[in-house]
């Protein structure tokens, strides 16, 4: 079971967190300026990688905050976490 | 009476007691310290089991956890029963009932055995390639005889009687093992002032101290240094120790499973004591010091009763006081067979021989072994071994040339060197090297949080592997306190052993190399020649390893074998994955207290008490318990719905609709919030209105819906489907939190606040009227979709005047704890109306009567608002909602979309079966849609259902076909609204 640092409330077992999917990929401002293609992608696509991953966490049976994260999808390790609207340390 | 076989002194057990116990009906006795294999050797029983698929007599292979061939039964009650419990780990105590496995009529004389004589019909994978025809054969006729054959233990019929614990703790430095190394690093963490757990899956402390000679090689005496350390250990007020306690599994960021068997080895325990308890370890540091386990050696008969591994023997003869055999041969390809050979020599065993596969034995244990004047042969293999329930003799070859030599004996001890227990290491996704010198994989390093010491890295003799376990004792302390002073380095290295792998059987002949799943060389040789490659389609083909020992004797005799096949280094052939659990765990710790009642959390409503005492029918729906239907005397299901029905229509019904789940949206910025959350339009809804709202995902597709009332400028009272609440709230948060955490808006889940009892029909307003203090319900001053807030018999109320019915209705919301009186006194003040309360059928009825769509039965994730006839909700000129740009996709707009219609039957008699495919007469292969919800209407007298149809609604009046298991049902496409299409009741 995976520690996971919540910034707001530090490390907490996995079992108190969801997972919530990649970070960083912002609700477009408009979109209806987008076409059919651009918000497919906004929609379903999603980096994947073999490394390190920013994503979003909630700390759903504690603060019930979402926060960011950084993890290494190889070694399951996490680098750090950050709350939304901060830039990653 | 003592065994015969017991030595006069020394060993672990209490001679001054006897235990007696029983195994295969028989009573055998033995003292306390004895496991139910050193007890019944003591008394010259090897033969403790037959083989998986040849029914092969097998007896004693080891002494612990690794034990392949001795499992046995153990309880003498069903629900007390445990089958493949490895006898080197059972504790004898005065109640022990054992029993052997997979035998017929008897353990000597097993008609299984005729499997052995047709071995040739059961190659590798003989399951994919023997019984494919005929086609039926398999589940009938195959599978039935194989699992009656083939098979480890019985399980139990009966529901397990015990009780099982489970706790979670912390710890500084969890140490795995307490062996010499374990030992040593539990007393130097703790002694660095780490909070220290220190657990061992044997009864004892010691590990292989209690095993080996009194002295070490440093002239170290290994049970004074044993007692001195557990005596400062428990002397610490910062160690947990835990014997009889097996770390099972290493999971991420060291958590660590342990499995405590708490009452197994006593005759009578406490009734309040758990019989085994979960601990789930966090540790800030973990130390590996599970020790090695030692290669049987690979030659033709080397799983007869009586052939055993070299270092059992030992553990045997020192811990137990128990002589395996009087006449021995050893088969070795390691130096560690001279030490057990010169222990056994000592204690007055005759040697017959040592064969030795290697081309010279020259260290310094074969040296006194050589001085010693035991008979010692090099470049020697057993070619084969003699006898039938127990060994009689082996014959003896010289390599490369044909001298042969048979050799009496009554135990054939066997070393092939030893393999370090990296299971956990691995688990811990540490990676793993091959060590040429001593034939094992080892592990590469420590993780930073996890470190390995002593033999689990290859480190064997004992001096070395105190200071070993104490370096990595004093390095994980100091990690665990980053402040403190310069942080330890571990100094040791490891050492050369000069193991030479059984890389090739020295013969053709049948030579077992997995024990517990029968596999053989033949098996290895034949998948490599079939061209299996890879190691982990190797071990499924031919299930080597993937028995409950996982392989804990047999992994690296079989890769060794499959690297020579193929011409490949070991490490190039690389290993199977090492998974949890290390040993088998029962059924029982892993569920804990949660069985029964608590296997799942039950959700009642605060009306389920009356519920019950009016012999409600409930079911299920997510945790929540509903009533379905309030059956009266001897009324089947059926006559109940349509009775509950026949109320609302004509009178009223009463409806616990409590476990609706509720959100409260409060804030300024509320109406803007949910304005695009949902498809409607929320900031135009006036204080005292409520409105359905529909909730779609970013994808278009209808995800939720509720009603949502206006109770101020800023505070919405915000329904959810009963299954929905969590997901749309965590959806809400999610926007709020993190697209738009400019909004001021605060949201509150208040499903378990409010009771909401739900009365409709045309007497509805009649009933609730005389109770509510402060509203007007006058349907000019309260019409339908109103809200409002005053009081009802004194408590706080919340009505909407909503209705899922059709009918007039009216949702009292009231808080929880009232919700129960609120509903007693509606119902007595109802009944002169013939008020009826109805469950959750009735309520799908009349609610399929009037087309309104259940999420989840009618949608399933694809469908838009349009397909479910909710186009009207949308909000008109809202620039943005949840969804809609995903609507304005030219696919969301197909015209041969599914679409929620009704469907009625020509005969009305006949109710379709949800899920019910749909089909036209001129394609009766090609699915058009399927039937979502299907009831018989007592309002209409007839059947109806409501399906999602490719098309729908421009199929009106068309004739389709609804293909079912009885027959194909002709069906008419109607308006999916059956009753009351103008509203006229509803807003009555
Ligand atoms: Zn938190």
Same mark, same amino acid.
């Given at each position: 079971m995976l520690l996971i640092p919540c910034p707001y409330c530090g490390p907490r077992p996995e079992l108190e967190f969801t997972y919530a999917g990649e970070a960083n990929i912002s609700r477009p401002a408009e979109p209806e300026s987008l076409s059919d293609e651009q918000w497919a992608a906004y929609l379903y696509q999603r980096t994947n990688p073999r490394g390190m991953h920013a994503e979003r966490w909630r700390h759903v049976h504690g603060c019930g905050r979402y926060f960011n994260a950084s993890r290494d999808t190889l070694s399951d390790q996490f680098q750090f976490s950050w709350k939304p609207g901060e830039s990653p340390p | 009476m003592t065994g015969p076989f017991r030595t006069e002194i020394g060993g672990r057990i209490d001679r001054t007691r006897r235990i007696d116990f029983r195994f295969d009906g028989r009573l055998y006795s033995g003292h306390p310290g004895d496991n139910l294999a050193s007890a019944l050797l003591s008394h010259g029983v090897h033969l403790l089991g037959r083989s998986f698929k040849y029914h092969r007599p097998r007896g /004693?292979? &080891? !002494? =612990?956890?690794?034990?392949?061939? *001795?499992?046995?039964?153990?309880?003498?009650?069903?629900? +007390?029963?445990?089958?493949?419990?490895?006898?080197?780990?059972?504790?004898?105590?005065?109640?022990?009932?054992?029993?052997?496995?997979?035998?017929?009529?008897?353990?000597?004389?097993?008609?299984?055995?005729?499997?052995?004589?047709?071995?040739?019909?059961?190659?590798?994978?003989?399951?994919?390639?023997?019984?494919?025809?005929?086609?039926?054969?398999?589940?009938?006729?195959?599978?039935?005889?194989?699992?009656?054959?083939?098979?480890?233990?019985?399980?139990?019929?009966?529901?397990?009687?015990?009780?099982?614990?489970?706790?979670?703790?912390?710890?500084?430095?969890? /140490?795995? &093992? !307490? =062996?010499?190394?374990?030992?040593? *690093?539990?007393?130097?963490?703790?002694?660095?002032?780490? +909070?220290?757990?220190?657990?061992?899956?044997?009864?004892?402390?010691?590990?292989?101290?209690?095993?080996?000679?009194?002295?070490?090689?440093?002239?170290?005496?290994?049970?004074?240094?044993?007692?001195?350390?557990?005596?400062?250990?428990?002397?610490?007020?910062?160690?947990?120790?835990?014997?009889?306690?097996?770390?099972?599994?290493?999971?991420?960021?060291?958590?660590?499973?342990?499995?405590?068997?708490?009452?197994?080895?006593?005759?009578?325990?406490?009734?309040?004591?758990?019989?085994?308890?979960?601990?789930?370890?966090?540790?800030?540091?973990?130390?590996?010091?599970?020790?090695a386990i030692e290669r049987p050696m690979v030659f033709a008969g080397n799983d007869r009763p009586g052939v055993m591994l070299a270092g059992a023997a030992r553990t045997y003869l020192h811990r137990y006081g128990v002589r395996t055999g009087r006449r021995i041969v050893l088969a070795t390809s390691a130096d560690s067979a001279y030490g057990v050979a010169m222990d056994l020599h000592r204690a007055g065993l005759t040697i017959a021989a040592i064969a030795d596969v290697r081309n010279e034995a020259s260290g310094p244990l074969a040296a006194a072994a050589r001085a010693a004047g035991l008979p010692l042969r090099t470049s020697t293999h057993i070619a084969a071994t003699h006898g039938r329930l127990r060994i009689r003799g082996a014959t003896l070859a010289r390599n490369g040339t044909g001298a042969r030599e048979k050799v009496a004996c009554d135990l054939l001890l066997m070393s092939g060197g030893y393999t370090p227990t990296v299971h956990l290491y691995s688990q811990a996704r540490g990676t793993l090297r091959f060590d040429e010198s001593l034939g094992a994989f080892l592990p590469g390093g420590d993780t930073g949080i996890l470190q390995v010491a002593g033999a689990c890295r290859g480190i064997f003799a004992t001096d070395v592997a105190i200071a070993d376990g104490a370096e990595a004792g004093t390095v994980a302390a100091a990690r665990t306190d980053p402040g403190g002073a310069p942080q330890p380095v571990r100094t040791i290295s490891v050492p050369d052993s000069g193991a030479l792998l059984a890389r090739e059987a020295p013969c053709d002949r049948r030579a077992f190399v997995d024990f517990q799943n029968d596999v053989t060389t033949k098996d290895l040789r034949l998948a490599v020649r079939e061209g299996f490659v890879s190691v982990e389609h190797v071990k499924r083909y031919t299930t080597a390893g993937m028995a409950t020992d996982q392989g804990k004797t047999s992994n690296i005799n079989a890769l060794a074998l499959v690297a020579n096949e193929r011409r490949m280094d070991m490490a190039a052939v690389g290993l199977t994955t090492f998974r949890m659990p290390y040993t088998p765990v029962t059924f029982g710790t892993l569920a804990g207290a949660a069985r029964g009642n608590l296997f799942d959390p039950i959700r009642q409503t605060p009306i389920h008490a009356w519920a019950e005492d009016r012999g409600a029918v409930f079911e299920d729906v997510g945790m929540w318990k509903r009533a379905r239907y309030f059956p009266a005397a001897r009324e089947t299901m059926a006559q109940a719905v349509a009775r509950e029905c026949r109320a609302v229509r004509t009178g009223a019904g009463l409806f616990d609709a409590s476990t609706l789940g509720k959100i409260e949206v409060v804030g300024p910025d509320a109406a803007i919030f949910l304005e695009r959350m949902y498809v409607n339009n929320f900031r135009k809804l006036a204080v005292g209105r409520a409105r359905y709202g529909l909730m779609l995902g970013e994808d278009g597709f209808v995800l939720d819906d509720g009603v949502i009332g206006r109770l101020a400028p800023d505070r919405f009272h915000v329904t959810t489907t009963t299954g929905g609440a969590p997901r749309v709230l965590a959806m809400m948060e999610d926007y709020l939190q993190t697209e738009w955490p400019d909004l001021r808006v605060w949201l509150t889940s208040t499903t378990e606040e409010w009771a909401v009892v739900s009365i409709q029909g045309p007497r509805a307003r009649d009933i609730i009227a005389p109770f509510v203090i402060g509203i007007d319900l006058a349907p000019q001053a309260f019409p339908h979709m109103a809200v409002a807030e005053g009081t009802i018999l004194g408590v706080n109320l919340r009505i909407f005047r909503v209705s899922f019915t059709g009918e007039c209705g009216f949702e009292i919301n009231v808080p929880a704890d009232y919700g129960s009186d609120v509903w007693h006194a509606i119902m007595q003040q109802g009944t002169v109306f013939g008020l009826t309360p109805y469950g959750t059928e009735a309520m799908h009825v009349l609610r399929a009567e009037k087309g309104y769509i259940i999420v989840g039965q009618e949608s399933d994730g694809t469908a838009t608002p349009d397909d479910l006839g909710l186009g009207w909700a949308i909000g008109r000129g809202k620039s943005d909602f949840v969804g809609k740009r995903s609507l304005a996709r030219a696919a969301m707009r197909d015209p041969s979309r599914k679409q929620l219609v009704g469907l009625l039957t020509s005969n009305g008699e006949t109710v379709l079966q949800e899920g019910a495919q749909i089909v036209t007469a001129a394609n009766g292969n090609a699915s058009i849609g399927h039937v979502t919800s299907a009831y018989f209407s007592t309002t209409l007298g007839r059947s109806m259902a409501l399906a999602m149809i490719s098309g729908g609604k421009a199929r009106m009046g068309e004739k389709l076909l609804a293909p079912m298991l009885d027959r194909t049902h002709e069906v008419t496409v109607a308006p999916a609204m059956f009753y009351d299409p103008k509203g006229e009741r509803l807003y009555g």
């Amino acid at each position: 079971m995976l520690l996971i640092p919540c910034p707001y409330c530090g490390p907490r077992p996995e079992l108190e967190f969801t997972y919530a999917g990649e970070a960083n990929i912002s609700r477009p401002a408009e979109p209806e300026s987008l076409s059919d293609e651009q918000w497919a992608a906004y929609l379903y696509q999603r980096t994947n990688p073999r490394g390190m991953h920013a994503e979003r966490w909630r700390h759903v049976h504690g603060c019930g905050r979402y926060f960011n994260a950084s993890r290494d999808t190889l070694s399951d390790q996490f680098q750090f976490s950050w709350k939304p609207g901060e830039s990653p340390p | 009476m003592t065994g015969p076989f017991r030595t006069e002194i020394g060993g672990r057990i209490d001679r001054t007691r006897r235990i007696d116990f029983r195994f295969d009906g028989r009573l055998y006795s033995g003292h306390p310290g004895d496991n139910l294999a050193s007890a019944l050797l003591s008394h010259g029983v090897h033969l403790l089991g037959r083989s998986f698929k040849y029914h092969r007599p097998r007896g /004693v292979l &080891g !002494a =612990g956890s690794e034990e392949p061939n *001795a499992l046995v039964r153990v309880g003498s009650y069903e629900s +007390r029963a445990t089958p493949n419990l490895r006898a080197t780990q059972v504790e004898i105590h005065d109640l022990l009932v054992a029993e052997s496995q997979n035998r017929y009529p008897s353990l000597s004389f097993d008609v299984g055995a005729i499997n052995d004589v047709l071995s040739p019909l059961f190659p590798a994978g003989f399951y994919y390639k023997t019984f494919m025809w005929p086609a039926w054969g398999w589940r009938r006729l195959y599978e039935p005889i194989i699992r009656r054959m083939a098979g480890l233990g019985r399980a139990p019929t009966a529901p397990d009687a015990d009780i099982y614990a489970q706790r979670y703790v912390h710890c500084d430095v969890l /140490v795995v &093992g !307490a =062996g010499p190394a374990g030992l040593a *690093a539990a007393r130097a963490a703790a002694q660095g002032g780490a +909070r220290v757990l220190l657990c061992d899956e044997q009864s004892e402390f010691g590990g292989s101290l209690l095993s080996e000679p009194d002295t070490t090689e440093a002239g170290r005496n290994r049970l004074a240094w044993r007692a001195a350390t557990l005596a400062t250990l428990a002397a610490s007020d910062n160690v947990t120790l835990l014997t009889r306690s097996t770390a099972f599994g290493v999971f991420a960021d060291n958590f660590v499973a342990l499995v405590e068997r708490v009452t197994d080895h006593l005759a009578n325990p406490e009734p309040a004591l758990p019989r085994e308890r979960l601990w789930q370890v966090r540790a800030r540091q973990v130390v590996l010091a599970t020790g090695a386990i030692e290669r049987p050696m690979v030659f033709a008969g080397n799983d007869r009763p009586g052939v055993m591994l070299a270092g059992a023997a030992r553990t045997y003869l020192h811990r137990y006081g128990v002589r395996t055999g009087r006449r021995i041969v050893l088969a070795t390809s390691a130096d560690s067979a001279y030490g057990v050979a010169m222990d056994l020599h000592r204690a007055g065993l005759t040697i017959a021989a040592i064969a030795d596969v290697r081309n010279e034995a020259s260290g310094p244990l074969a040296a006194a072994a050589r001085a010693a004047g035991l008979p010692l042969r090099t470049s020697t293999h057993i070619a084969a071994t003699h006898g039938r329930l127990r060994i009689r003799g082996a014959t003896l070859a010289r390599n490369g040339t044909g001298a042969r030599e048979k050799v009496a004996c009554d135990l054939l001890l066997m070393s092939g060197g030893y393999t370090p227990t990296v299971h956990l290491y691995s688990q811990a996704r540490g990676t793993l090297r091959f060590d040429e010198s001593l034939g094992a994989f080892l592990p590469g390093g420590d993780t930073g949080i996890l470190q390995v010491a002593g033999a689990c890295r290859g480190i064997f003799a004992t001096d070395v592997a105190i200071a070993d376990g104490a370096e990595a004792g004093t390095v994980a302390a100091a990690r665990t306190d980053p402040g403190g002073a310069p942080q330890p380095v571990r100094t040791i290295s490891v050492p050369d052993s000069g193991a030479l792998l059984a890389r090739e059987a020295p013969c053709d002949r049948r030579a077992f190399v997995d024990f517990q799943n029968d596999v053989t060389t033949k098996d290895l040789r034949l998948a490599v020649r079939e061209g299996f490659v890879s190691v982990e389609h190797v071990k499924r083909y031919t299930t080597a390893g993937m028995a409950t020992d996982q392989g804990k004797t047999s992994n690296i005799n079989a890769l060794a074998l499959v690297a020579n096949e193929r011409r490949m280094d070991m490490a190039a052939v690389g290993l199977t994955t090492f998974r949890m659990p290390y040993t088998p765990v029962t059924f029982g710790t892993l569920a804990g207290a949660a069985r029964g009642n608590l296997f799942d959390p039950i959700r009642q409503t605060p009306i389920h008490a009356w519920a019950e005492d009016r012999g409600a029918v409930f079911e299920d729906v997510g945790m929540w318990k509903r009533a379905r239907y309030f059956p009266a005397a001897r009324e089947t299901m059926a006559q109940a719905v349509a009775r509950e029905c026949r109320a609302v229509r004509t009178g009223a019904g009463l409806f616990d609709a409590s476990t609706l789940g509720k959100i409260e949206v409060v804030g300024p910025d509320a109406a803007i919030f949910l304005e695009r959350m949902y498809v409607n339009n929320f900031r135009k809804l006036a204080v005292g209105r409520a409105r359905y709202g529909l909730m779609l995902g970013e994808d278009g597709f209808v995800l939720d819906d509720g009603v949502i009332g206006r109770l101020a400028p800023d505070r919405f009272h915000v329904t959810t489907t009963t299954g929905g609440a969590p997901r749309v709230l965590a959806m809400m948060e999610d926007y709020l939190q993190t697209e738009w955490p400019d909004l001021r808006v605060w949201l509150t889940s208040t499903t378990e606040e409010w009771a909401v009892v739900s009365i409709q029909g045309p007497r509805a307003r009649d009933i609730i009227a005389p109770f509510v203090i402060g509203i007007d319900l006058a349907p000019q001053a309260f019409p339908h979709m109103a809200v409002a807030e005053g009081t009802i018999l004194g408590v706080n109320l919340r009505i909407f005047r909503v209705s899922f019915t059709g009918e007039c209705g009216f949702e009292i919301n009231v808080p929880a704890d009232y919700g129960s009186d609120v509903w007693h006194a509606i119902m007595q003040q109802g009944t002169v109306f013939g008020l009826t309360p109805y469950g959750t059928e009735a309520m799908h009825v009349l609610r399929a009567e009037k087309g309104y769509i259940i999420v989840g039965q009618e949608s399933d994730g694809t469908a838009t608002p349009d397909d479910l006839g909710l186009g009207w909700a949308i909000g008109r000129g809202k620039s943005d909602f949840v969804g809609k740009r995903s609507l304005a996709r030219a696919a969301m707009r197909d015209p041969s979309r599914k679409q929620l219609v009704g469907l009625l039957t020509s005969n009305g008699e006949t109710v379709l079966q949800e899920g019910a495919q749909i089909v036209t007469a001129a394609n009766g292969n090609a699915s058009i849609g399927h039937v979502t919800s299907a009831y018989f209407s007592t309002t209409l007298g007839r059947s109806m259902a409501l399906a999602m149809i490719s098309g729908g609604k421009a199929r009106m009046g068309e004739k389709l076909l609804a293909p079912m298991l009885d027959r194909t049902h002709e069906v008419t496409v109607a308006p999916a609204m059956f009753y009351d299409p103008k509203g006229e009741r509803l807003y009555g």
